[in-house]
């Protein structure tokens, strides 16, 4: 998928997920928090989808031979980085709703609730760290 | 995720610095706030959110920095673009939080929808930047 189709994809879901939010926080609609959050299913859906159709991708290629051992057991450690980032973003985004649908006693801590928030910022902090000293020092990221 | 670190620099026009400082005052905001919905911090909104101003201030920063570095290395056009961009995400998300706060702090002041509308501007600005990169792309 070409970057401009994710890009373009990417913008129109938190496009109408902002424009549900909106509506929901002032009063507008009455929708279920469930609802409201459609579009980051929906992107979660393609996230998840992306990965597995990368990783079969990934697959064909090493049948080949056209990929070392090492090559092959680190795509599969990045492959399972990234679906462990979805899932922790899913599971924050349920357990937001959980507790935005009854505001007055939420049924979740709110330490739970942000815990895998939390978990995947600094997962991606890292990450970009990485990238940051093979940026600076000129190494292969791959 | 969806798009590489490299992906997300070139469609934000941000460099990996910027990213990481970003995420960085990001977690701590998430710390904080998820502490202020527990109960252990009872401070006002503009605080809990003061590590996204810092983010905001040193991302300014590093923008005249780098326009300075660009000037003395002839590059001013793309030097004075690129600083005009930041200039605009900056404030545009500055303006965002601030509204952010007023509303948190008062809930029937403003309307969210008001509160929303720096963020709609700059997700048309980011939309009219994706539409420059060539269909075929693929960088990932």
């Not at chain 1, 393609?46 to 990929?67: E, P, Q």
């Not at chain 1, 051992?69 to 462990?84: A, N, P």
Request: charged share 10%; with cysteine; net charge positive.
């Amino acid at each position: 998928m070409a970057m401009i189709h994710r890009s373009l994809l990417a913008w129109f879901l938190v496009l109408v997920f902002l424009i549900f939010v909106g509506l929901r926080i002032d009063g507008r609609t009455h929708w279920n928090f469930f609802l409201v959050f459609v579009p980051m299913w929906l992107y979660d859906l393609f996230l998840v989808a992306f990965i597995v159709l990368k990783s079969i991708g990934d697959c064909r290629y090493a049948d080949l031979g056209s990929y070392s051992i090492k090559r092959i057991v680190s795509m599969i450690i990045f492959r399972l980085y990234l679906l462990t980032m979805t899932l922790l973003k899913t599971a924050f985004c349920v357990m937001l709703c959980v507790n935005l649908n009854s505001p007055a006693s939420p049924p979740i801590s709110w330490y739970g609730v942000f815990t895998p928030l939390i978990i995947l910022l600094v997962a991606l902090s890292f990450n970009v760290i990485h990238e940051l000293v093979n940026f600076s020092f000129g190494l292969n990221s791959d | 995720m969806l798009f590489s670190a490299s992906e997300l620099t070139l469609w934000f026009g941000v460099s990996l610095l910027e990213l990481l400082i970003f995420l960085t005052c990001g977690t701590a905001t998430a710390v904080l706030v998820m502490l202020r919905l527990t109960g252990a911090l009872t401070s006002s909104w503009l605080v809990l959110l003061a590590p996204l101003f810092v983010s905001d201030a040193l991302n300014a920063y590093f923008c005249v920095i780098v326009l300075i570095r660009m000037y003395l290395y002839s590059m001013l056009r793309p030097g004075v673009l690129r600083t005009m961009w930041s200039t605009g995400v900056i404030a545009l998300s500055f303006v965002f939080k601030f509204l952010l706060c007023r509303r948190l702090d008062d809930p029937g002041g403003l309307e969210f929808s008001a509160v929303l509308a720096p963020i709609f501007i700059l997700l048309q600005m980011l939309m009219i930047r994706a539409c420059h990169f060539k269909t075929g792309a693929d960088l990932a």
